[in-house]
């Protein structure tokens, strides 16, 4: 392919990215467990044989930097020059730089007429691969092995068809072996069709042509990124956050990261950060590398696609042994649902610095994970459940933030309740917005959810979260939004809060009650529009005494209306002037 072409360019670049959107289809159609066919906990990518990143479906922007990583750490243990048609390779191992144990990656070579062109990966959240806890994830684990089967790189498929050995292996570490094999299974048919795809492009264009395309794609999407950086502010721009314990003691662990910009580049130095903790909210520099590259894709061009060369210009500095990057055996099984949302706030407070008009303030706080299993008793088989629980984004300049949803480096759907109660002996008692949970802003920060369960059975209960105490912060006079409730009602009355970070075994007919945080705001909240005002209080999301006591606007209740087509509406005025 000329180079000079961009008309084939932009083919090929669709062409490639749709092998993995198709990808991600087959396995989310395929998958067993809820986490994967309901919530999507899933992500496919297409590499170079030496393990450079073609294209990314949109999928979970977290696992862009793991599968980045992975991918290279797998090669590095079995050459690719060992690869043969019908081979795959699967490990889930956080050290060589993976997330946590739960994400396992099947990784599939391409092969045309002899030559090796590409490799197909899937990477998805298995709901359990043993460990102390059903799900895998405890709150309380101090070292990875309390994590589950923690699986180096393996030859687990010959000429197309999984080792019955690798495979029984893995079935035999999980509290849900059906779930697991059914998964990993999807995950083979979903590389299967991307390679089929991916071949049927070679044969169409040539193989010369194809990797034409991957070479000029690679360099296209550097230049492109590289003139987005070279737009950012000179200069270095520092932030510190805050984790608020690890679980065992409540301790803060500190975030501090330093922003260079040095022309067309950007390096990201934590240097002064924590040293690794005891408890599980530890991450490794695949964590902390997706939450970078989606920090970066989010402030520069969208049409921008995740490609190696796009990442090109970006350096990471973790300095070993601490909180981001630690070493074994320290557990990480936190990580991505703590520690992640930490250090994408870090991240962005420091670039509100330079440019503040790209950035929103602080999140709800952590993608509130919340883990549950034991024997169904209608069945006597085990049972795991595995969701994270979405809250408010934080608002930035001229756009407020969004309600009830899953914040940063994450887009996993929600389970639905009927799902859940059909699969599990649980019940959904109550789902919903939180009324006056955002944090107050002249652009207001999005809402949090609630979620109630009750057990129908007794279960191991795992919930983790952050922000429990130290509020998300807002931007430029924005306030921070009110305290999150994580409540266990045990069935004689008796209620226990238990914090950001909890392990607890319930009985049957215990209720668990979350209600998570909004985000913080942006702005001075006397200057909100009063019409705006006038809408959440109309939907329901804002209280009339909150408006009127945080936002200084009065809503008088006597002067409700209904149009014509009955439709209910409340006139507002401002309690102060635009100079208060």
């Not at 067993?32 to 899933?42: A, F, G, L, V």
């Not at 309390?146 to 495979?167: K, N």
């Not at 009127?548 to 309690?575: C, K």
Request: net charge negative; glycine share 12%.
């Amino acid at each position: 392919m000329n180079g000079a072409d961009p008309a084939m360019l932009e083919v090929m670049k669709n062409a490639f990215f749709s092998v993995t959107e198709e990808m991600g289809i087959a396995l989310v159609r395929t998958a067993y467990s809820t986490n994967i066919k309901d919530r999507k906990d899933c992500s496919c990518a297409l590499y170079t044989p030496d393990g450079r990143l073609i294209a990314q479906g949109l999928h979970i922007p977290g696992h862009l930097g793991a599968m980045v990583s992975t991918i290279k750490g797998a090669l590095a243990a079995i050459p690719p020059d060992s690869l043969r048609p019908g081979d795959a390779i699967l490990y889930n191992d956080p050290y060589i730089g993976n997330t946590h144990t739960p994400d396992m990656v099947l990784t599939t070579p391409v092969f045309h007429r002899g030559r090796l062109m590409a490799f197909v990966a899937s990477m998805a959240h298995h709901i359990d691969v043993g460990g102390s806890v059903p799900g895998s994830l405890s709150a309380r684990a101090t070292e990875v092995f309390h994590e589950g089967l923690r699986l180096p790189p393996v030859m687990a498929m010959r000429d197309g068809e999984f080792d019955s050995t690798i495979l029984t292996i893995v079935q035999a570490n999980s509290r849900t072996p059906d779930e697991v094999r059914g998964d990993l299974k999807a995950q083979a048919g979903a590389n299967r069709i991307g390679a089929r795809r991916f071949l049927d492009l070679c044969e169409r264009h040539g193989a010369d042509v194809v990797q034409d395309a991957i070479d000029e794609l690679e360099a296209y999407c550097e230049r492109r990124m590289r003139a987005e950086l070279g737009d950012i502010p000179q200069g270095t721009f520092e932030f510190e956050d805050y984790l608020e314990s690890d679980g065992f003691t409540d301790d803060p662990i500190k975030l501090k990261v330093a922003i260079h910009t040095k022309g067309d580049r950007l390096v990201f130095d934590w240097t002064g950060t924590a040293t690794q903790v005891r408890g599980p909210v530890n991450g490794q520099k695949a964590l902390i590398l997706g939450c970078v590259h989606y920090v970066v894709k989010s402030i520069t061009d969208a049409t921008i696609p995740p490609n190696e060369g796009t990442y090109r210009p970006i350096e990471l500095i973790t300095p070993p042994g601490t909180v981001v990057n630690a070493t074994f055996p320290a557990p990480t099984g936190m990580g991505g649902n703590v520690l992640g949302p930490r250090v994408v706030d870090t991240i962005l407070g420091a670039l509100s610095k330079c440019i503040p008009e790209r950035v929103c303030a602080a999140a709800v706080g952590g993608q509130n994970f919340l883990s549950l299993g034991g024997r169904d008793p209608a069945t006597g088989h085990y049972f795991s459940n595995v969701e994270t629980y979405g809250g408010g984004y934080g608002a930035s300049i001229g756009q407020d933030g969004e309600d009830a949803i899953q914040t940063h480096r994450t887009n996993s759907k929600n389970c639905p309740c009927e799902v859940i109660e059909a699969t599990f002996p649980m019940l959904v008692d109550r789902y919903g917005i939180v009324p006056d949970s955002e944090g107050p802003g002249r652009f207001r920060g999005g809402m949090g959810v609630t979620r109630e369960y009750t057990f129908n059975s007794a279960a191991a209960f795992t919930f983790a979260t952050d922000r429990a105490v130290l509020e998300p912060w807002g931007l430029d006079g924005g306030k921070s939004p009110g305290k999150g409730v994580y409540r266990v009602v045990h069935a004689d009355g008796s209620a226990e809060d238990v914090g950001g970070k909890c392990q607890r075994e319930v009985e049957a007919g215990a209720r668990f009650v979350l209600r998570t945080r909004g985000g913080g705001g942006w702005g001075d909240p006397f200057r909100r529009d009063p019409e705006k005002i006038r809408w959440d209080v109309l939907e329901g999301l804002l209280s009339v005494e909150r408006a009127r006591n945080v936002y200084g606007v009065v809503i008088d209740p006597a002067f409700m209306a209904v149009d014509g087509a009955g439709t209910a509406e409340l006139r507002a005025q401002p309690a102060h002037s635009a100079a208060d």
